[in-house]
């Protein structure tokens, strides 16, 4: 979706935004963007909640299938915490059910939430 749209939706509504990162990085690479233009260019500082996870190669295509956060993640969660003050950070990882067995790992879990509380006590408060 076009930053723009997204802008002009939310001003036109006097809505915020929820940021699912692994859902902009998606974006940017259907649009044959990097990422981090992409998400530099929405509206940061409407942002209320961020949803963290990242996306997956499948079948030659970039999907959110809410596998654990790699290192692009993480550093595109930095730049956006920057840049904004949320309300609500919230891990989007694994799941119950056969469809998620190869993606709720517990060690990965930890390693996220522990990697997340670290990232989000650096912040300034507001």
Same mark, same amino acid.
């Given at each position: 979706?076009?930053?723009?749209?997204?802008? &002009?939706?939310?001003?036109?509504?006097? @809505?915020? #935004?929820?940021?699912? *990162?692994? !859902?902009? +990085?998606?974006?940017?690479?259907?649009?044959?963007?990097?990422?981090?233009?992409?998400?530099?260019?929405?509206?940061?500082?409407?942002?209320?909640?961020?949803?963290?996870?990242?996306?997956?190669?499948?079948?030659?295509?970039?999907?959110?299938?809410?596998? &654990?956060?790699?290192?692009?993640?993480? @550093?595109? #969660?930095?730049?956006? *915490?920057? !840049?904004? +003050?949320?309300?609500?950070?919230?891990?989007?990882?694994?799941?119950?059910?056969?469809?998620?067995?190869?993606?709720?790992?517990?060690?990965?879990?930890?390693?996220?939430?522990?990697?997340?509380?670290?990232?989000?006590?650096?912040?300034?408060?507001?």
């Amino acid at each position: 979706m076009r930053p723009a749209f997204i802008r &002009e939706a939310l001003a036109r509504t006097d @809505s915020r #935004l929820l940021l699912d *990162l692994a !859902h902009a +990085q998606v974006a940017a690479w259907r649009r044959g963007e990097s990422a981090l233009e992409y998400i530099m260019s929405l509206p940061l500082e409407l942002i209320d909640e961020i949803h963290v996870n990242s996306p997956a190669m499948v079948d030659g295509e970039l999907r959110d299938k809410h596998v &654990e956060m790699t290192e692009e993640g993480c @550093s595109l #969660l930095n730049t956006v *915490l920057r !840049h904004s +003050q949320p309300k609500t950070v919230s891990l989007e990882y694994g799941g119950l059910g056969p469809a998620f067995e190869n993606r709720s790992d517990q060690n990965a879990l930890f390693r996220q939430l522990r990697r997340l509380s670290q990232m989000l006590a650096r912040r300034p408060a507001f």
